[in-house]
Every structure is written in C-alpha cells, then in structure tokens.
C-alpha cells in the first residue's frame, strides 16, 4: 500500500506540528505557505514544500492537489482564507478537508462548504486535560463512532491476583478488555487472556459504551 497524500495549507503551529507528525506516520505532505520563512522552516519534514498561495484554485491545481486524499486547512485568524481553501479543495476532489475553525460560526460556514471535520485546537486539548485530570487512572481516551469509545487504563491494586473471569467487567460494567499487557508498557499488548492473573498496574484496552466507560474507571479510581 503506498503512502496517503496531505496536504497542509498554512503552516503555524498547528500545521507544522502536524507537518511533523505525519512524517513520522508516514504521510506524503505537502505544505503550503505564502511566507518563505514557514515554508524553510518545514522543509526537513515534507515530501513538497512550497511557497504558494493556498487560496488560488489555479495555484493548488497546479500543485497537484486535486484528487489527494486528505487536507489540513490551518490559516490563523483570516475566516475569509480559509473558507475559500476549503471552497476549492472540496472542488477538486479532496476527500477529507479538516480546517481549524475561530468560531462556532466559522466552523458553520466551513461544514456547509465542505469541511469534513472541524477543528478547535484549544478547546479540544482543554478538554482532554480536564478529562485527564477527573480521570488520573486513564491513559487515553479515543472516541469512536456513536456513544462507544476505547480507553487504555493501569490496572488497580486491587485487581491483583485475579483475573478477567474474575472480574466480569461486561457483565457488572458492559465494558471489554480488548488488549493487555504485564506492566505499564504499551509495545507489549496482546490479546487478552481471560485466566491469566493481573498485576496492579498492568496496562488494559477497553472498549464500551462512554458511559459505561466512565462508570467503570470512577469505580476504580
């Protein structure tokens, strides 16, 4: 399977972090700035660095742009530039345009044009760190589609010594262990095993209803 193209219009700090973590997943980027300055500065880390107006369908199309999988649309605090990004991307066939939005309004206009997801960088990491800190037992929190959602959680003291049949975590929780693994070591998970004994600290996947989900880590916590 080969690499999935992006392209990154706008090159802040969000678009360079994730210029940066997509290299690292190995995405094939594009980033796209009209200042030299930013385009310089993330060159190490795309496959294609340009200097280029972001804005100008003529310019993204001669890029290569249409037909490329993913777009990420990161344009500070101009409304009006990002909109017309995502007009033109979503007109040459991009399939999935994430921008970030300044405002409920603005993230509006950007899903009636096309967006597929909108992002609001601060208030999503405010909420993760509020989550972490009710939650100081949970690892990470990845939310699926509908109300269901996977955790990874450390295992308490007092599971020690028993063992998922123990437990009966769907039945008194409606919750699944769906990975595990001896320690807190995320590189060691494996299927889980139903009769081998827990050690508290022991990293655990679950998936399950959100709700059950948060009854369950508030029970252990």
Do not use: W
Not at 20 to 34: C, E, K
Not at 130 to 146: D, N, S, V
């Amino acid at each position: 399977m080969g690499k999935r193209s992006v392209v990154v219009i706008g090159l802040g700090n969000f678009g360079m972090a994730f210029v940066d973590n997509a290299r690292r997943y190995g995405f094939d980027v594009l980033a796209i700035d009209t200042r030299a300055e930013a385009v310089n500065r993330v060159a190490p880390h795309a496959a294609r660095a340009v200097v280029a107006d972001g804005t100008d369908r003529e310019v993204l199309e001669h890029l290569g742009v249409k037909g490329m999988e993913v777009a990420i649309v990161s344009m500070g605090d101009r409304m009006d530039l990002s909109i017309l990004s995502v007009l033109h991307l979503k007109g040459l066939g991009v399939r999935e345009i994430c921008a970030k939005a300044l405002s409920d309004d603005h993230a509006r206009v950007l899903e009636s044009i096309g967006a597929t997801r909108v992002i609001h960088p601060e208030r999503e990491v405010a909420g993760l760190l509020a989550q972490r800190l009710a939650h100081p037992t949970m690892r990470e929190y990845l939310p699926l589609l509908g109300d269901y959602a996977v955790i990874e959680l450390l295992a308490p003291e007092a599971f020690g010594g028993k063992t998922l049949r123990d437990l009966h975590l769907r039945n008194r929780y409606g919750v699944s262990v769906i990975a595990m693994s001896k320690g807190n070591d995320p590189n060691a998970l494996t299927a889980p095993s139903v009769d081998r004994p827990l050690v508290g600290g022991d990293l655990l996947v679950l998936i399950g209803r959100k709700e059950d989900l948060e009854r369950f880590e508030r029970s252990v916590a």
